[in-house]
T-cell receptor
Framework: EPEVTQTPSHQVTQMGQEVILRCVPISNHLYFYWYRQILGQKVEFLVSFYNNEISEKSEIFDDQFSVERPDGSNFTLKIRSTKLEDSAMYFC?????????FGPGTRLTVT | AQSVTQPDIHITVSEGASLELRCNYSYGATPYLFWYVQSPGQGLQLLLKYFSGDTLVQGIKGFEAEFKRSQSSFNLRKPSVHWSDAAEYFCAVGAWSGGSNYKLTFGKGTLLTVNP
C-alpha cells in the first residue's frame, strides 16, 4: 500500500541554523500539507500546497518557513533560521478526495 | 473557525472491555470528520472517516464511530479492546476556509491505556 515517507526521522540542530525536512507524498495525490505537533500539544496546520504553490498558510508559517516541490516527487519544508520554539514533530500529509495520509514525522530538536 | 474538543485526556480500560472516546466539533456546516491513531514513535494512521450518508461508520481494527449532528459529536467506539489498541487517538475536522482552502483541525488527543 502506498505511503507517505519522511526523512530524517530525527534532526538535531543549533538555534539559527537552517533545516530542510523532506517528504515523499503518495504519487497520485495532488494536495500536500505540513503539520506540526509540539510535545504535549495538538497537531496544528502549517501550510497547504497545490499546483506548485501555497494554498493556505497558518500564522505560524512566517517568513522563516518555506515549502517547495523541487522535482515532482519530493515535498520539502525549510526553516531558514531555527528557534528553540521550532522544536516539534513535523508531519507531512498528502491528500486525495479529502482524505489525508500522514508520514511518520520528523522530530526536530533545536538546541 | 472550526474547532475540535476531546474532553478526555487519558482513558484506561481493561483488555476485552468496551471503549468510547468522545469528540465534539464546532463548524458552521457539516464537516468531514476523521479519527486518527498514533502509536508511540509512529505517524498518524487514519482509522475512519465520515463525509455523508449513514451516520454510523466502520473503520479499520474493529473501530466504529457515530456522527450525531444534534450533539455535534463524532464518538469513537470499539466493543472489545485489545492490548495493541493502546495509543493516542485524535479526532479531526476537515473544513474549508476562504472558500476553497481545506485543512484538518485536530483535537488534543486522548491517550488510551489498556490494562491486561
Amino acid at each position: 500500500e502506498p505511503e507517505v515517507t519522511q526523512t530524517p526521522s530525527h534532526q538535531v540542530t543549533q538555534m539559527g541554523q537552517e533545516v530542510i525536512l523532506r517528504c515523499v507524498p503518495i504519487s497520485n495525490h495532488l494536495y500536500f500539507y505540513w503539520y506540526r505537533q509540539i510535545l504535549g500539544q495538538k497537531v496544528e496546520f502549517l501550510v497547504s500546497f497545490y499546483n506548485n504553490e501555497i494554498s493556505e498558510k497558518s500564522e505560524i508559517f512566517d517568513d522563516q518557513f518555506s515549502v517547495e516541490r523541487p522535482d515532482g516527487s519530493n515535498f520539502t519544508l525549510k526553516i531558514r533560521s531555527t528557534k528553540l520554539e521550532d522544536s516539534a514533530m513535523y508531519f507531512c500529509a498528502s491528500e486525495r478526495d479529502y482524505e489525508q495520509y500522514f508520514g511518520p514525522g520528523t522530530r526536530l530538536t533545536v538546541t | 473557525a472550526q474547532s475540535v474538543t476531546q474532553p478526555d485526556i487519558h482513558i484506561t480500560v481493561s483488555e476485552g472491555a468496551s471503549l468510547e472516546l468522545r469528540c465534539n466539533y464546532s463548524y458552521g456546516a457539516t464537516p468531514y470528520l476523521f479519527w486518527y491513531v498514533q502509536s508511540p514513535g509512529q505517524g498518524l494512521q487514519l482509522l475512519l472517516k465520515y463525509f455523508s450518508g449513514d451516520t454510523l461508520v466502520q473503520g479499520i481494527k474493529g473501530f466504529e464511530a457515530e456522527f450525531k449532528r444534534s450533539q455535534s459529536s463524532f464518538n469513537l467506539r470499539k466493543p472489545s479492546v485489545h492490548w495493541s489498541d493502546a495509543a493516542e487517538y485524535f479526532c479531526a475536522v476537515g473544513a474549508w476556509s476562504g472558500g476553497s482552502n481545506y485543512k484538518l483541525t485536530f483535537g488534543k488527543g486522548t491517550l488510551l491505556t489498556v490494562n491486561p
